[in-house]
DNA sequence: GTAGACCTTGACGCCGACGTCAATGCCAGG
DNA sequence: CCTGGCATTGACGTCGGCGTCAAGGTCTAC
């Protein structure tokens, strides 16, 4: 098998191939014209990655279970460093989610007491007795309601 | 106030004050001599960005929060761009955290069903019929134990 | 023999938020 | 006058995981 063919059976690209073997995580064999030649192991080493990569590894972290896989066993975390990077990863996915939820707490009392705010506002301002509109809170002048763009600084 | 106290005041760097300066989220005048001269005000912008920031906000991201502080409003989410960033962050926060749920789950389960096939080679290897030794669970050889190295590649 | 599809290596681009020089300017103290 | 500490702009480096050419070699089909 060439690398187009792996590439196309794996569903990535040449480029992620080549990178790949530069990083020493799917070498490959040459065939007498120089090409790289592939087999079906380099298959599943390669789906093994890709497995890892969906779950949010980074290719280092993929290479003790490519190595163990290359050694023949029945599994890429058979042996025990792929199983240290699984509870090494689980801890980091702990942290992230934990701080990812404080983070959104604050981020939604934030908004809670913004709009809060906001509807004080608007009702003082279309309260009978209203006082003097200090900010206008229709379409806006100094910002630009467009999210999608937003560059001045050149 | 010159750069380098903003800064230390912020407990930021200069470096990443004229960065700002270049995306035109703290634009700073000038003294004669061509230095940068801040106020309390700025520093107060400068708190507003690395609140968000320490939110995970993107720099940009935080320029609708900048841009109605300038304007004289009371606070950064005073105003309905400011909100809708809290929104989308919001909804990307709650995507997120349920992406990385979901594979905490799949790695947890990996885990467990790897350590259960782990168990089992020991028992079977320790066990009075012991069958041959497919592979010593041990220190081993071809795996480096070492998660922290593990570069070959050049 | 020649088009075209495949392959090779090499090298630069990208994204975000800066870090890290380098060369030079401004100003106060001894 | 000189030293030293602050300032200026400019430009390149970093990290990860590739994308995107560019210039050429190889093989197959017609
Ligand atoms: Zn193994
Ligand atoms: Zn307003
Ligand atoms: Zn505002
Ligand atoms: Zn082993």
Redesign the interface.
């Known amino acids: 098998m060439r690398i187009g063919e792996l590439a196309e059976r794996a569903g990535t690209t040449t480029r992620t191939l080549r990178y790949y073997e530069?990083?020493?995580l799917l070498p490959a064999r040459r065939a007498g014209n120089g090409y790289r030649a592939y087999d079906e192991d380099d298959l599943r080493l390669l789906r093994q990655i890709q497995t890892l990569r969906d779950?949010?590894f980074g290719l280092?972290e993929t290479?003790?279970f490519v190595?163990?896989l290359?050694?023949g066993?029945?599994?890429g975390?058979?042996?025990?460093?792929?199983?240290?990077?699984?509870?090494?990863?689980?801890a980091e996915?702990?942290e992230?989610?934990a701080h990812?939820?404080g983070?959104?707490q604050?981020?939604?009392a934030?908004?809670a007491e913004?709009?809060r705010?906001?509807a004080a506002l608007e009702a003082t301002a279309t309260a009978p007795g209203g006082p003097g509109p200090r900010?206008e809170?229709g379409p806006?002048d100094?910002?630009?309601?467009d999210?999608a763009t937003?560059?001045?600084?050149g």
Chains 1, 2 share one sequence.
């Not at 975390?77 to 509870?87: G, M």
């Not at 100094?142 to 309601?145: A, I, L």
């Not at 937003?150 to 600084?153: D, K, L, M, Q, T």
């Open positions: 530069t990083l020493g779950f949010g280092e290479r003790p190595e163990c290359r050694a066993h029945p599994a975390d058979s042996c025990p460093a792929s199983l240290a990077v699984y509870r090494r990863k689980l996915l702990d992230c989610i990812l939820n983070v959104r604050q981020v939604g934030q908004l913004a709009e705010a906001m900010c809170l806006h100094p910002h630009d309601g999210e937003g560059r001045r600084a």
